[in-house]
């Protein structure tokens, strides 16, 4: 909204949209339609399919693929060329598959306000669909309806409406009409509805002030389509890896190029061993292994109730190092639930979550019969009689026909045996409804004994008008300052706290009056939460241990967020009387910006938070290095969502607009479910790094071969087109058989990784430096070999091929683990490196006996004692890799600690 609708009088607002109560014309308001546009949130164009598919081809890595190609094409080794070529376009293909997700998040933005509603025109209430909708209409609005556009209200009877979904507050707002200031939070602006909240109760009238993209879920959309979509911490590895192997390959191929060039040597020989280098060194079967990999970790994530929307957020969960979740609905129940009352001046504990009606009273930690204490009946009945809310549905699915709060004292009642039948003597006469001014509700009943009344409401409404207190006896005065002592105690626990009381009336009355609600008997104080979900309290334990940070940001109060962040075990900043400090949104913007990062790290609760502040807090933790996970399930969260490195949105109770903005869907809605995410993305890194370890040193063996050959002046030991048939189908039968590796002990101890730390560091081009340096002497022996055997070049090209092969099959069993010997782990752990080496075997005997193969990758037949030779060097690398773990531990490559984190 560019006009703060809320701050200004209803004159005001009705002079600024040129409009009366009585509303529009019918041609007035079709004028305006044609002039503004529909009540539609649109989206803007999205990048096209060919754009998307071009981005494919530009990562460096294909980009050398391609010149390399190139150069195939200009020697004339066609063959060669169209290989190359099958391979860039396949992993095009493979990424651009995955890339589609235009504008899904504003279309679902625009399903939540297509409605009808209910318009003033020409004088006359009529039902249009809610597109038609124009700024200066009259909209009227009752219990059941979805808000149409936002509203400025001037009429409001007994209006409440449930707002969840754009401020996160768990519990319906009731209007009302008074001049609010300037900076009123979203979830207080109680002149205002906004499109797509639900009305829960009474009725209410107002103007139309905003429509389609102006209203605050057009807003959201706004910002939604103006935050950047984040790369992961994958992609920036493997985009960091990619760049680095780019220069080093192209460094020196060209240096060798130039060093041959100068010594007088064939250019097109030249040429033909700066192209195998190039093309030997380059790790071209990477992008699809990885893109298999996270695959494999979409569906057991699935198997664990998490569905992933895109394939790099299974990484990003296993390297997350803050949470930011959601209060309702994420962490809590998302319903009302009794959980403490105060009568007789005795404490009593309800036990059970929700609406299920599963449940008991405790005192003082045993179980208590509550027909054993008649002052607890007496409370349970007033907050079940004086109350227009139905539970429906069988046992356990109950359903809540009305207010949540009511549904509370309900299924206290039900807790207690007090169901429909139990209540049906006291048969309801006459009602005063709650109304704002006065914060109470009153009932009138039959009683066995004559007539009864029974009120709820606030505190501040009701205590002053008790007289006395049921106690165990009977009656007594009340203590008001004792009695407000208590209620702030429960408020300071995050309760909301009713009063329930009772005034008995002769037989014959028939009517209620607000002059009846006075001279009150106190039942009891009713103390009631969203309570957290059991599980969410386990799984933010285990996030914590793990090294990530969870907060809490919520639109709900401060106090109420507190100590429900308390309840579930959050950490951070305290206050002197030491509960958990919560800041809310309006300090969040009065907070410098250099600031707000050391803010946004210190503390763990956030209330009163609106969309935009959602933002500045994930982007202020990411300002740190922060990997940062949002998850949520309203309209409001969807900004953030798509700002933090990965959103986790709710499948069953989030909306649309949540699910469509999110990386990542929990099916069951349940934070625990995180918890097993985060696990499952650390064995997808765990073994991505493996996969690394074990392909790079198959890389630098081929272009350790090749420069060796080109420095000695021999022949080339392996050609373009072998070294990519080595590349793309080891790296297919053999590395992906690690993605398929068990998830190693104490996954869940480590601390996150360190955000900026590169896949490639120091141990692994050690390690890849010792293997690659082994397998390259290995490989250009055997050719040298085969050469003084004067087999000729073919057959000593298969025998080099076959080599490396064998190297690889010999590596791949050392990087199961590495940290742990082979033995550790268990030698028939993973069934797939057994067949992928026997699959690799198979198609090693067609490369080298298979006349296709021998024509179409210029091989010939050997000898079979090869064989022997072939095993004997796989053995020897194995065995050099196992060595090498005696003295160092490679779990660093997995294991970079972050500082700062417990």
């Not at 094409?73 to 060329?81: M, Q, S």
């Not at 198997?303 to 929307?309: D, G, P």
Request: net charge negative.
């Amino acid at each position: 909204m560019t006009t703060a609708w809320h701050a200004v009088t209803l004159a005001q607002a009705l002079e600024t949209v040129a409009s009366s109560e009585q509303g529009l014309s019918a041609t007035d308001a079709e004028a305006r339609l044609q002039r503004d546009g529909p009540n539609l949130i649109t989206s803007r164009k999205g990048v096209s399919s060919l754009r998307k598919l071009l981005d494919q081809f530009l990562q460096p890595l294909v980009v050398v693929l391609i010149g390399a190609g190139a150069l195939s094409v200009f020697l004339g080794d066609y063959v060669d060329a169209a290989v190359i070529g099958a391979v860039v376009l396949l992993n095009g293909l493979i990424g651009f598959v995955q890339e589609h997700r235009a504008e899904q998040a504003i279309a679902a933005l625009g399903k939540t306000i297509v409605t009808e509603a209910t318009v003033l025109r020409d004088g006359v209430l009529r039902r249009i669909p809610s597109e038609q909708l124009v700024k200066g209409d009259v909209v009227a609005v009752q219990s059941g309806d979805t808000v149409p556009a936002d509203v400025r209200l001037f009429l409001v009877k007994d209006l409440q409406i449930e707002e969840a979904a754009l401020t996160g507050e768990s519990v319906a707002v009731e209007k009302a009409l008074p001049l609010l200031l300037e900076k009123t939070p979203l979830g207080d602006r109680k002149n205002l509805a906004f499109a797509g909240s639900s009305v829960t109760w009474g009725q209410g009238r107002g103007v139309v002030v905003a429509t389609g993209n102006d209203t605050e879920a057009g807003r959201i959309a706004g910002l939604m389509e103006r935050t950047e979509q984040l790369e992961t911490p994958l992609t920036r590895r493997i985009a960091q890896l990619s760049r680095l192997l780019v220069w080093i390959i192209l460094g020196v191929s060209a240096a060798l190029f130039g060093i041959e060039a100068l010594r007088g040597r064939d250019l097109n020989t030249t040429f033909n061993g700066a192209v195998a280098l190039a093309v030997g060194a380059i790790p071209e079967g990477l992008p699809a292994a990885v893109t298999i990999l996270l695959a494999i970790g979409v569906s057991a994530m699935a198997r664990r109730r998490a569905v992933i929307r895109r394939l790099p957020a299974v990484e990003t969960l296993g390297s997350t190092t803050v949470i930011c979740s959601d209060k309702t609905g994420t962490l809590t129940e998302n319903q009302m639930t009794v959980t403490t009352l105060w009568v007789a001046g005795q404490q009593i504990t309800v036990t059970g979550v929700g609406f299920d009606t599963a449940g008991h009273f405790e005192r003082e930690g045993a179980r208590l019969d509550p027909g054993s204490l008649q002052p607890l009946l007496d409370c349970l009945r007033g907050g079940a009689l004086c109350n227009d809310t139905r539970l429906v549905g069988h046992p356990g699915e109950e359903k809540v026909e009305g207010d949540p709060t009511e549904a509370a004292l309900t299924v206290a009642a039900r807790k207690a045996g007090l169901d429909a039948a139990a209540l049906g003597p006291f048969e309801r006469r006459d009602v005063v409804p709650f109304e704002s001014q006065h914060m109470f509700m009153a009932t009138l009943h039959a009683s066995p004994t004559g007539a009864v009344a029974y009120v709820k409401g606030s505190s501040d409404a009701l205590l002053s008008r008790c007289v006395t207190q049921q106690t165990v006896e009977g009656t007594s005065p009340i203590d008001p300052a004792a009695l407000h002592a208590r209620v702030d105690e429960l408020a300071q626990q995050g309760l909301r706290v009713l009063v329930v009381a009772r005034k008995d009336l002769p037989a014959a009355t028939d009517n209620l009056s607000h002059a009846d609600v006075q001279g009150l008997t106190l039942l009891g104080l009713v103390g009631m939460m969203d309570p957290p979900r059991p599980e969410a309290k386990r799984a933010v334990a285990a996030c914590l241990a793990a090294g990530i940070q969870v907060k809490m940001i919520t639109g709900d109060h401060r106090v109420t967020a507190a100590a429900i962040a308390d309840a579930l075990g959050l950490q951070g900043e305290r206050t002197a009387d030491g509960k958990l400090r919560a800041v809310s949104g309006q300090e969040l913007d009065d907070t410098p910006v250099e600031v707000l990062p050391t803010l946004a790290e210190q503390v763990s609760v956030f209330a009163r938070v609106a969309p935009e502040q959602k933002l500045k807090l994930v982007r202020a933790l990411q300002s740190r290095g922060h990997v940062v996970a949002m998850t949520g399930d309203g309209v409001n969260d969807a900004p953030a969502l798509k700002q933090a490195d990965i959103g986790v949105a709710m499948g069953k109770g989030g909306t649309d607009v949540a699910r469509a903005a999110a990386a990542m869907i929990l099916t069951d809605d349940n934070f625990a479910t995180i918890e097993a995410a985060v696990e499952e993305g650390r064995g997808v890194y765990d073994n991505l790094v493996k996969f690394i370890a074990w392909s790079l040193p198959a890389n630098g063996g081929q272009g350790l071969v090749l420069l060796a050959a080109m420095l000695l002046g021999t022949e080339l030991p392996v050609l373009p087109v072998q070294l990519l048939w080595v590349n793309m189908v080891a790296a297919v039968l053999l590395g992906t058989a690690l993605v398929f590796e068990k998830k190693e002990p104490g996954l869940m101890q480590r601390p996150p990784r360190k955000v900026d730390a590169p896949i490639f560091d120091v141990r692994l081009g050690v390690r890849t430096l010792l293997i690659s340096g082994v397998m390259g002497a290995l490989a250009f022996g055997f050719f040298e070999w085969a050469e003084h055997l004067e087999l000729g070049h073919p057959q000593a090209r298969t025998i080099a091929v076959n080599t490396i092969v064998a190297a690889l099959v010999g590596y791949l069993f050392a990087c199961r683990s590495l940290r742990l010997p082979l033995w550790r782990l268990g030698l028939w752990t993973n069934g797939w490196v057994w067949l992928g080496s026997g699959v690799m075997l198979a198609t090693q005997l067609a490369f080298t006996y298979l006349p296709l193969m021998n024509r179409l990758l210029h091989t010939e037949p050997i000898a079979w004692w090869w064989w022997a030779v072939f095993t004997a060097a796989g053995f020897v690398i194995y065995l050099t890799a196992e060595v090498k773990k005696l003295f160092t531990r490679d779990e660093a490559v997995i294991d970079a600690p972050r500082p700062g984190l417990a």
